[in-house]
């Protein structure tokens, strides 16, 4: 059906969009002033200028022929199976603002159809359009009946049997509309209870209502969305349950309708095609992303939802492990609340050193209960040490909502699943990747490929990352062997008198010859070291990890950094929070595979260091490229330390393989456990 919220397109993370979109959620909620560049006017001159070059024109390929210079395979194919020579015949449900319409010039429009003008262009077709009624719409292209079905439908399980779907380009919640006169009195979905609710046939906002409607209310079921605006106006119905961004933009341009509820379902758009034309979705996921890339999808994605505006300002608690410029992970995640406050206004309190060592007679709880005494609305509590607190913290106050960064108590698959922790989510970068990409670069620049691991503590999460690590290593050592040695100091950063010192556990892996350290540590010890080092004349090197400016300490020797981006995903659950739609959700998130850097939409970076010569870099570039086709973590054989099976020959592990880490992988040196 027709839905929003904001994820994924293709493998590229989109939650730069999802600040555009709840730019869109915070105008309808909080009824702000519609954007200058009003939808049904945004685009009417056709679509936004395309970047790069203009696509290949010419008569389409007949199937069989030989392929056109410069096109793919793919794209002769998908050329060659059009149920029309030179056009893309796209079949819609129209109108349904903002997503297709006419505009006063008779000309198409919305967000679906200037996507669809942009990938026909770039295709060098022609785009035709034909209307028909949603119910059903998904299969008409096995049918013959057109190419490519643009018409905001959610992908699901049911309708994934009959079509091919591309990949998601749109996420979708759904929501509840009523007269702005009604707004007090049907505020919930709950309070509609002997009422007449309307809905879209062959929708899932029409399966919404069925299952969460009041059992004493009447769903009157409409083939077209403007009819049951019509009929919310004249009295007939009481409420609309549809798609969040076409109720908003409803509630945008009529002040007589209010949007009273939002109801995060997690849904998310696709175009679909037939099953047996394949080449034209693998067109078209190529053609989206390239639109990511080249900045086109963010122009006409603002054209009509428009850039974050003015939203309602929130307090956050961010509660650091370290210091809260330690240029490592406590910097990242300060820095990740500094990014929403910039986005959404208002302020952030923030409590720093918060660990035993540090701190022995502050606990989780009392920070907690402090900073909401202070106003905070949403608390952030970021180490997986925190976890004991944040729980018994979530548990006291129930009405706040919290995120524990690194933890798996909203995972349903989780060893620590607190399912009964209904303000508590989840939040975590799959920083798999970045370690592998640390281990390669640590492998391509090793003379002899002895290679030290500076770690903190032992535990589930720094096993999974050491072993991605070794990995990456493995994948670029070529015809060295590798030598792995992880030393753990005993927690996130050096507290003297409690963990091994890092300056001295980083000299003596130079000591012993190892010409590369990896830190897993929070802090820059490794670096400083081997600047230190480089300075006296030795050919030594370092990775620094977790904030993209940790290589400053020592730019000439450092080899890259990975590093957290935590703003995208902490503005995500702030207006969550803001809005009243908080869900207890797990989010484990890599990089936006497309722009690894982009900090609006990326959870984890990469960040080439100056110690990296040419020819180095591009064997590094080659694997990132290799990782982002595969995508694929572990994959056996694999064993463990013991020798003790991990993944058969060709086995692939899943998600809580990799999170429970019970030991280091069979090859590597040091501890698995602090016993």
Same mark, same amino acid.
């Given at each position: 059906m027709k839905n929003l919220k904001l994820k994924f397109i293709g493998p590229v993370l989109l939650i730069s969009l999802f600040i555009g979109l709840v730019a869109c959620e915070a105008e309808t909620i909080a009824e702000m002033e519609p954007p200058k560049d009003a939808p049904a006017k945004a685009m009417k001159d056709g679509p936004p200028p395309k970047k790069g070059p203009p696509p290949k024109k010419g008569p389409p390929p007949k199937k069989g022929d030989v392929p056109a210079p410069g096109r793919s395979p793919a794209l002769n194919q998908a050329l060659g199976n059009l149920t029309s020579e030179g056009e893309l015949t796209v079949c819609t449900d129209a109108p349904y603002e903002p997503f297709e319409f006419e505009d006063d010039m008779g000309n198409w429009a919305g967000f679906d159809m200037d996507m669809m003008r942009e990938i026909s262009g770039r295709m060098g077709l022609e785009l035709a359009v034909k209307v028909v009624p949603f119910d059903g719409i998904w299969l008409l292209p096995a049918a013959g009946e057109c190419d490519i079905v643009a018409s905001a439908m959610t992908i699901t399980e049911e309708r994934s049997k009959s079509t091919l779907f591309t990949h998601p380009y749109f996420d979708a919640d759904q929501s509840l509309l009523v007269r702005t006169s009604d707004a007090d009195k049907f505020g919930s979905i709950s309070s509609l209870s002997g009422s007449n609710i309307a809905v879209q046939t062959g929708t899932t906002g029409e399966m919404y209502a069925q299952e969460n409607a009041p059992s004493d209310s009447t769903l009157v079921s409409f083939d077209e969305p403007a009819a049951m605006f019509l009929a919310l106006q004249s009295g007939e119905v009481d409420a609309i349950l549809q798609d969040l961004p076409v109720n908003g933009d409803r509630q945008r341009n009529n002040p007589s309708f209010t949007m009273t509820e939002v109801f995060p379902t997690g849904e998310q758009y696709g175009f679909a095609v037939s099953p047996k034309n394949k080449p034209l979705a693998d067109v078209v996921n190529?053609?989206?992303?390239?639109?990511? &890339?080249? %900045?086109?999808?963010?122009? *006409?994605?603002?054209?009509?939802?428009?850039? =974050?505006?003015? =939203?309602?300002? *929130?307090?956050?608690? &961010? *509660?650091?492990?370290?210091?809260?410029?330690?240029?490592?992970?406590?910097?990242?995640?300060?820095? #990740?609340?500094e990014y929403v406050t910039k986005k959404m206004g208002g302020d952030m309190i923030t409590v720093d050193l918060v660990n035993p060592a540090d701190s022995p007679d502050l606990t989780i709880p009392d920070v907690v209960s402090d900073m909401i005494d202070q106003g905070a609305k949403l608390i952030f509590a970021t180490s997986d040490d925190m976890a004991d607190g944040i729980m018994e913290a979530a548990a006291m106050f129930p009405d706040t909502p919290m995120i524990f960064a690194s933890g798996d108590t909203a995972w349903e698959a989780g060893e620590r699943?607190?399912?009964?922790?209904?303000? &508590?989510?989840? *939040? &975590?970068?799959?920083?798999?990747?970045?370690?592998?990409?640390?281990g390669c670069a640590a492998a391509i620049k090793s003379k002899d490929g002895k290679i030290g691991f500076l770690g903190p503590l032992i535990n589930a999460e720094t096993r999974r990352l050491a072993n991605a690590t070794y990995i990456g290593a493995l994948a670029c050592a070529g015809d060295k062997t590798i030598d792995f040695k992880v030393t753990w100091i005993g927690f996130w950063f050096h507290i003297p008198g409690f963990t091994l010192d890092p300056t001295q556990v980083a000299n003596d892996f130079y000591d012993e010859g190892r010409d590369v350290v990896i830190s897993h540590i929070d802090t820059t010890e490794a670096?400083? =070291?081997? #600047?230190?080092?480089?300075? %006296?004349?030795?050919? =030594?090197w370092a990775v620094p990890y977790d904030y993209e400016g940790a290589c400053d300490q020592a730019p000439e020797i450092c080899l890259g950094v990975n590093y957290f981006n935590w703003g995208p995903a902490y503005l995500m659950a702030a207006m969550h929070a803001s809005f009243g739609s908080f869900e207890p959700t797990f989010h484990w998130s890599g990089p936006n595979w497309s722009n690894w850097n982009d900090h609006d939409s990326s959870m984890i970076g990469w960040l080439n260091g100056d110690g990296m010569t040419g020819d180095e870099q591009a064997k590094l570039d080659d694997y990132i490229a290799e990782l982002t086709k595969s995508k694929v973590i572990f994959e056996g054989p694999l064993n463990y330390q013991d020798g003790s099976t991990f993944l058969k020959a060709g086995e692939v592990a899943t998600d809580a393989q990799i999170w429970y880490a019970p030991q280091l992988l069979e090859g590597m040196t040091g501890d698995s456990s602090a016993e």
């Open positions: 190529d053609l989206m992303e390239e639109m990511m &890339m080249d %900045g086109v999808y963010k122009m *006409i994605f603002n054209a009509y939802f428009g850039p =974050v505006g003015d =939203v309602e300002p *929130i307090t956050i608690g &961010m *509660i650091l492990v370290g210091p809260r410029n330690d240029k490592g992970w406590s910097q990242a995640h300060f820095e #990740g609340g699943y607190k399912p009964e922790l209904g303000n &508590m989510g989840n *939040i &975590m970068g799959k920083m798999e990747y970045g370690q592998m990409v640390s670096l400083v =070291v081997a #600047g230190q080092r480089a300075d %006296g004349g030795e050919s =030594v």
